[in-house]
């Protein structure tokens, strides 16, 4: 049978799966970068990158957004996943107009993800009609124009959206914030709202700021790191590199993940002599197989352990004289702590007693503790409250603002934490919009505006109608695709300014636009010369970033002058905005940033320094905490988990280690043993034979939820294969973006409205067409 929709390509009857590793990097990692970069760009090109990759004076990595070894830098500060970011985007592949004329959007639309992105770097701004089949070249002014036409003609700004994804630059993202907010609305969905806003919301209401509060050399200086629900091995691979040399500090590691990843298990660093003949580092020293939503009963039930101790040997656990100096709420943490029944907590962890008993002596013996954390945590419904009480067990200790210890929200996009710095926020704070009024002079507005789940709302019930998008790829990224594409298709508007082809430039509105940008590898060169844009990685350090590459077409525009050149198209000549000479000149832009933002004070300067500058950072710095009540606050919250119904799973849809989010670099998920394809679906061998199926059966997930109005609700993907894996009981997981028509729009995080992409109620069903997912 012939398979409709993104599906239809996908041949996967090479899908194999052998064991999965247990080491990381690698010789492997290293013949992989230079096989997809040599492929990609050619060999002048690839040595011309990957060699500034990361350098002072080159361009920062595309890839995630752990920090650069501050001080000495390796010749080659990246890692095979960097190096794949890099090819994917300095490849010499185009997507021209002649590729357009020849596919039909409607034909484009049956492409998978990855058959998209692999099609190249587009060259010419496009436009596709209202009612035409194929997308056509429109000159740049031209397409202002229709973006400006039809902004104005809305009876309301609050009726578009705009996007941003992660990897725009501080002074673009400044630029676009000041853009929409002089326009007039605060609708400023970005991809932060799927990955971190649970931390930041979190870390806010309980340290006053919503960022991790420590450095590289702190995590080298740490004597325990605790990594819970993350998977650097794959996706921040050189956060390897420094927990290696925390390690050899003696430090002690507890990974904290349903799945055995192998990043946590041991390392090989492919730039060591013994990371290639040696047999590496062995990373955890204890491996905590944790049931999916476990974490906040694990932190809980630690709490309780804490206060036992303490109770035993008064004044050995609790850092009694930095909790009475600058905490609040502690008297009641411990009241309700104390009541936790540990039962429950081995239930919900799916943990022993024991290994709850031998991480609380971790805890108690630690002088200097870290925890790292990432999507494993932030992606629940009970997220916010989780991190809550990660961050209750480093107050109980004192481990905030030390040396050697803190919160460590490893971050996703390379600039992800740096558009929030800059404003790209749907509720940026009304200090900040007043220093944006008093500088240009204009009256900003203060209703907060939607996020990524709000915003899919209104499109699809006809409340907004106009959509932007500043990179990424929305219609892949965000949860309940169904409804997504609704919304989208509801549009009189879709703009996409992008690097490559994605799913969104093909599920459109009624007129669809595409402009054409410079990435970070590309060289920038405007009226006053070349120019350089600036990022904040995951540790608040702000450094410069240098594109070098020739442009794969003249016709592309830097995402500065797009957001520029708009702005004269919709808000005229005389808006007070030096929209012109923004654009000219970077170190303009930054200037104004210096006289905005809190901490940027001489940016141009500072940021060409040696290594850029740190942002300030109250509780780190100065144990100062700008929360409601002027400390730091420990939070109560009510247990929460994910029990597993009878008969169902529990999903959690996650990266394999061939893809960047929504942009699949190939079908190969080598840590984990399958190679060949992505429609898989891991489950523990007692759950496979429990429901009734083998090893390698093909089989249809259906998700299970109740609806908005009370009915239950259900949610179906097809032709999935069943692979026997390491993951706890009643637990499952499958890859991201293939899963996500099964996450319904309202399964979010309290208060950070954050999809809850990591537990997802499933049954199986054996698949629909036996031939389902192999069909060519
Ligand atoms: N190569 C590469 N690098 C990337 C990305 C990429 O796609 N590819 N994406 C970037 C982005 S935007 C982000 S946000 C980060 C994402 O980085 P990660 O958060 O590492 O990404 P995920 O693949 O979502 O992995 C989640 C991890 O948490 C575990 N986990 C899931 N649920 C739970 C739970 O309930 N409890 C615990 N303790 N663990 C759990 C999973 O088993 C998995 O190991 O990576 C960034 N870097
Ligand atoms: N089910 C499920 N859903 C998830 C997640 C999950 O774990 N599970 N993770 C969530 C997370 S953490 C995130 S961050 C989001 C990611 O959501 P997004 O950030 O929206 O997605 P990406 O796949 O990173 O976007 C890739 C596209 O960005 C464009 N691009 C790349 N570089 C540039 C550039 O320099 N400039 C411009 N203008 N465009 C560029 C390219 O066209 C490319 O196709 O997905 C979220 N969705
Ligand atoms: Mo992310």
Not at 146 to 159: C, G, M, R, T
Not at 625 to 642: I, Q, Y
């Given at each position: 049978?012939m398979r ?14 052998s064991?999965p ?7 492997p990692?290293?013949l992989?970068?230079?096989e997809?970069?040599?492929e ?7 040595a011309?990158?990957l060699?500034r ?24 500060e990246?890692?095979e ?5 890099v090819a ?6 185009t997507?021209?107009p ?9 034909e484009?639309?049956t ?6 992105g ?19 070249p ?11 036409e ?15 994804s992660g ?28 990955c ?10 309980s340290?006053?700021i919503g960022?991790?509060s420590?450095s ?5 200086a740490?004597d325990?790191i ?18 290696e ?12 993940n ?13 730039q ?14 204890e ?8 974490d906040?009963?694990l932190?809980?039930?630690l709490?309780k352990l804490?206060?036992?101790a ?14 009475d100096?600058h ?5 009641d ?5 104390r ?10 962890t799916?943990?022993?007693l ?8 971790e805890?108690i ?10 999507m494993?945590?932030?992606q629940?419904?009970h997220?916010v ?5 990660a ?7 004192g481990?905030i ?12 996009h ?37 996020d990524?789940v ?11 109608s106009?959509?932007?998008a500043?990179?990424?790829n ?11 594409e609704?919304?989208?298709?509801n549009c ?8 490559k082809?994605?799913r969104s ?23 006053t ?18 594109g ?5 077409s ?6 500065v ?24 000149n970077?170190?303009?832009i930054?200037?104004?940033i210096?006289?905005v ?6 940016y141009?300067?500072r ?17 100062q905490f ?19 119904p ?6 959690q849809t996650?990266r ?11 079908l ?8 060949g ?8 061998p ?17 998700s ?11 949610r ?13 009981k ?7 973006p293939?899963?996500?028509?099964l ?5 979010v ?9 990591k ?8 698949a ?9």
């Amino acid at each position: 049978m012939m398979r409709h929709g993104p599906d239809a390509d996908i041949d996967e009857s090479d899908l194999e799966v052998s064991h999965p590793k247990d080491y990381a990097a690698g010789v492997p990692a290293v013949l992989v970068s230079l096989e997809r970069a040599y492929e990609q760009m050619g060999a002048i090109r690839t040595a011309k990158t990957l060699t500034r990759l990361n350098q002072r004076h080159g361009f920062d990595c595309p890839g995630c957004a752990w920090p650069e070894t501050p001080g000495h830098r390796k010749p080659a500060e990246f890692c095979e996943n960097g190096a794949k970011a890099v090819a994917e985007e300095a490849t010499l592949r185009t997507v021209t107009p002649a590729f357009f004329a020849q596919h039909s959007v409607d034909e484009l639309a049956t492409k998978t993800d990855y058959w998209l992105g692999q099609q190249g770097r587009i060259t010419h701004p496009m436009v596709l009609r209202g009612g035409a089949s194929h997308y056509e070249p429109i000159g740049w002014d031209d397409a202002y124009r229709v973006v400006a036409e039809h902004l104005k003609a809305l009876p309301s700004p609050d009726q578009a959206v705009f996007y941003t994804s992660g990897r725009t630059s501080n002074e673009a993202a400044f630029l676009y914030q000041l853009l929409i907010r002089s326009y007039g609305t605060n609708n400023m969905p970005d991809c932060s709202n799927m990955c971190h806003e649970s931390s930041g919301t979190a870390l806010t209401d309980s340290i006053g700021i919503g960022k991790g509060s420590v450095s590289v050399p702190d995590i080298e200086a740490a004597d325990l790191i605790l990594i819970a629900g993350q998977n650097p091995g794959t996706n921040h691979p050189r956060m390897l590199s420094t927990l290696e040399k925390a390690k050899s500090n003696g430090a002690r590691i507890i990974a904290i993940n349903p799945l055995p990843e192998a990043g946590l298990k041991r390392f090989k660093d492919p730039q060591k002599v013994s990371g290639i003949v040696g047999r590496g580092v062995d990373m955890a020293d204890e491996f905590l197989q944790i049931r999916l939503g476990g974490d906040m009963a694990l932190f809980q039930g630690l709490g309780k352990l804490l206060f036992e101790a303490e109770h035993a040997a008064p004044g050995t656990v609790i850092d009694r004289p930095f909790v009475d100096t600058h905490c609040a709420g502690f008297d009641d943490y411990e009241t309700h702590i104390r009541n936790v029944d540990l039962d429950i907590v081995v239930e919900a962890t799916g943990l022993t007693l024991a290994q709850l008993r031998d991480t609380a002596a971790e805890l108690i013996a630690s002088q200097r503790t870290v925890i790292c954390w990432a999507m494993g945590l932030t992606q629940h419904t009970h997220a916010v409250a989780t991190i809550g009480e990660a961050v209750n067990l480093l107050l109980a200790r004192g481990m905030i603002g030390k040396r050697g210890a803190g919160v460590c929200p490893v971050r996703g996009h390379s600039n992800v934490q740096g558009d929030r710095t800059m404003g790209i926020w749907e509720k940026m704070p009304d200090a900040f919009l007043a220093a944006l009024d008093t500088e240009f002079g204009i009256e900003t507005p203060r209703r907060h505006g939607l996020d990524t789940v709000d915003s899919i709302r209104a499109m699809r019930d006809g409340q907004a109608s106009v959509f932007m998008a500043m990179g990424g790829n929305f219609v892949s990224a965000t949860p309940d695709t169904a409804a997504t594409e609704i919304a989208l298709r509801n549009c009189a508007l879709t703009v996409q300014v992008s690097t490559k082809l994605n799913r969104s430039h093909v599920v459109h509105g009624r007129t669809a636009l595409i402009l054409p940008t410079l990435g970070r590898t590309d060289l920038d060169i405007q009226e006053t010369g070349k120019q350089e844009v600036s990022v904040e990685d995951s540790m608040s350090m702000v450094h410069l970033s240098r594109g070098r590459l020739k442009p794969v077409s003249e016709h592309l525009r830097s995402e500065v002058a797009i957001v520029c050149q708009l702005a004269r198209a919709l808000l005229g000549p005389d808006h007070p905005v030096p929209w012109s000479r923004f654009e000219s000149n970077y170190d303009l832009i930054r200037d104004s940033i210096s006289r905005v933002v809190p901490g940027f004070e001489d940016y141009n300067t500072r940021v060409r320094q040696l290594d850029g500058f740190a942002l300030p950072h109250p509780p780190r710095d100065s144990r100062q905490f700008h929360t409601d009540t002027g400390r730091a606050n420990f939070s109560v919250n009510e247990l929460e988990w994910v029990p597993t119904p009878e008969g169902r799973l529990i999903l959690q849809t996650m990266r394999s280690h061939d893809q960047y989010n929504t942009t699949i670099y190939g079908l190969d998920d080598r840590y984990r043993g399958v190679k060949g394809g992505r429609r898989v679906i891991l489950v523990n061998p007692d759950d496979i034979t429990g429901l009734g199926f083998r090893d390698g059966d093909l089989v249809d997930i259906i998700s299970e939820f109740t609806g908005p109005d009370g009915t239950p609700e259900e949610r179906r993907v097809h032709g999935f294969r069943v692979v026997a894996y390491s993951t706890p009981k009643g637990n499952a997981a499958a890859y991201y973006p293939e899963t996500n028509p099964l996450v319904p729009l309202g399964h979010v995080a309290k208060k950070s409205n954050t999809p809850a992409s990591k537990a997802i109620t499933v049954r199986l069903e054996p698949a629909a067409t036996k031939d389902s997912a192999w069909a060519v």
